[in-house]
């Protein structure tokens, strides 16, 4: 399943995967009501984390229609609804304590966690923003926290503009918030360079997709 072996960062030497505080977090905003937060490393123990996920999560392939034909979807994808539990504990702490330090702005619980396994450079996802539901129309939040090699997320206005790139991995945190799923998209590109394999969880409210 997985093209290449992770290799393993040399500042993230840990037996159990643990999350660090909150407290330490950036944000940038992007403009037209939208904003980022970023921690880097906010889960030490992130490639342990990778190892487990990679082996343990049932991953499914995708094919979806693209005009005239069906094609196989760049990654893999795993969806855990509010009901299902986590397939790590470390998973459970991250969506509650993200529930707790965004309670005020976000006023209400991260409920569900979608999985992509992006094999190596080769995977990917074009650009989009997570408007199913309830963000095309309100602000909302999607979280995201990455383990195994970093690969950069890029970030533009859905109008057109300047790009925004965050390499994330090895632990790293990026919330995006405001009206971002609305007024902004992101994307993982294609990559020509040695990428290893990467997992990114993404944390949301219910009723957002």
């Keep these: 399943m997985t093209r290449h072996h992770l290799q393993a960062s040399l500042f993230d030497q840990t037996d159990e995967p643990r999350l660090g505080p909150l407290d330490g977090v950036r944000r940038t905003v992007l403009g037209l009501g939208a904003w980022i937060d970023v921690l880097p490393g906010w889960l030490t123990g992130s490639d342990q984390l990778f190892e487990r996920l990679a082996a343990d999560v049932p991953w499914r392939a995708e094919r979806r229609q693209m005009y005239d034909h069906v094609v196989a979807v760049p990654r893999l994808l795993a969806f855990y ?72 997320l890029l970030l533009r206005p859905a109008r057109g503009g300047d790009t925004v790139r965050r390499p994330l991995g090895h632990g790293d945190l990026i919330v995006m918030g405001g009206s971002c799923q609305r007024t902004w998209e992101h994307c993982i590109p294609k990559s020509t360079r040695a990428s290893g394999p990467r997992i990114s969880v993404q944390f949301r409210p219910r009723g957002v997709q």
């Excluded at 304590?97 to 006023?107: K, S, V």
């Design 81 to 152: 609804g509010p009901d299902h539990p986590l397939p790590h504990p470390v998973l459970e702490d991250a969506r509650d304590a993200l529930t707790a330090h965004y309670a005020d702005e976000l006023g209400e619980p991260f409920v569900t966690a979608g999985l992509c396994h992006y094999r190596d450079g080769r995977d990917s996802v074009a650009w989009h923003g997570d408007r199913i539901g309830r963000g095309a129309r309100e602000d909302t939040m999607v979280a995201i926290l990455s383990v195994g090699a970093p690969r950069d």
